[in-house]
């Protein structure tokens, strides 16, 4: 059984930095894409960066420049978000799959909880 935690979310004024943490076991780490997500009110889940099964990392464009996505030992996932800015105000969700398209929420079955990231202007 996938379980996945995210922790790290929190509040912080424009321009400041949050890390995003995500554990995660029951999957391989070898085989699986995993993903970081985000939800704002009223807004479809979008993706933010993904690492691949190969381990290669991608981004949004609202990402590129500003957030790094890395993996650490043990399934976890990395979310150094700098530079935050309002519009990064979400629920962040951590999700692994097999998946042909890392970025795209819909090819995902298995998610965390979320944690919260909240950005004042």
């Known amino acids: 059984q996938v379980q996945l935690l995210e922790s790290g979310g929190g509040s912080v004024q424009a321009g400041g930095s949050l890390r995003l943490s995500c554990v995660g076991s029951?999957?391989?780490?070898?085989?699986?894409?995993m993903a970081w997500f985000r939800q704002a009110p009223g807004m479809e889940r979008e993706g933010v960066a993904a690492?691949?099964?190969?381990?290669?990392a991608l981004y949004a464009v609202s990402a590129e420049g500003r957030f790094t996505v890395s993996k650490g030992a043990k399934n976890s996932l990395y979310l150094q978000m700098n530079n935050l800015k309002p519009d990064d105000t979400a629920v962040y969700y951590c999700?692994?799959?097999?998946?042909?398209?890392?970025?795209?929420?819909?090819?995902?079955?298995?998610w965390g909880q979320g944690t919260q990231v909240i950005v004042s202007s």
């Open positions: 999700a692994t799959d097999i998946v042909s398209r890392p970025l795209n929420p819909r090819e995902y079955n298995n």
């Open positions: 029951g999957f391989s780490y070898s085989r699986y894409s």
């Open positions: 690492i691949d099964a190969s381990g290669s």
